[in-house]
């Protein structure tokens, strides 16, 4: 056999050990994205939940202030419902900041909202992962 032969098949492997690791590299960055997008969806829909709790502590709240002699129009009651809105708005608002702030600048083009209500769109096209994800908790809370 010749060198000619030898170089062939050398040159096969080398060809073929570089296709390999270079479909490698796309698959793998391929599921990287794809991780990192759900972590976006598990991660809003579980502050979503948080900021639904929250929601229901505030009328909790304020339905026992009702119940204690300030009904709605009192200024204690306006004031508490109004401290309650705005500490929700400052929680959504450092919310999505902390998300984008926590990807360094080259994956920053991954986050696709940059407020509250583009978020909650960001959500609800993906409300099919939200729901497999509340619905696999309940499993295991099971």
């Known amino acids: 056999m010749s060198w000619e032969y030898y170089l062939l098949n050398f040159l096969v492997f080398v060809f073929g050990y570089i296709t390999c690791k270079t ?5 793998s960055a391929r599921l990287s994205v794809l991780m990192i997008k759900l972590s976006h969806v598990i991660c ?4 979503s939940k948080c900021i639904e709790a929250y929601s229901f502590a505030t009328y909790t709240k304020l ?5 204690t ?3 709605p129009g009192t200024d204690l009651y306006e004031k508490t419902k109004a401290d309650d809105a705005d500490e929700v708005e400052r929680f959504k ?10 990807h360094p600048e080259r994956f920053r083009t991954l986050v696709s909202f940059n407020d509250w209500n583009s978020a ?3 959500l609800q096209e993906n ?3 939200a729901a497999i994800f509340l619905t696999e908790g309940e499993k295991i809370d099971r």
């Open 23 to 27: 479909f490698y590299f796309f698959n």
């Open 44 to 47: 809003l829909t579980i502050l």
């Open 63 to 67: 339905r026992a202030l009702s119940k």
């Open 69 to 71: 002699g300030m009904p």
């Open 93 to 102: 608002q450092t919310i999505v900041l902390s998300i984008i702030a926590a």
């Open 120 to 122: 909650m769109n960001y």
């Open 127 to 129: 409300r099919q992962v």
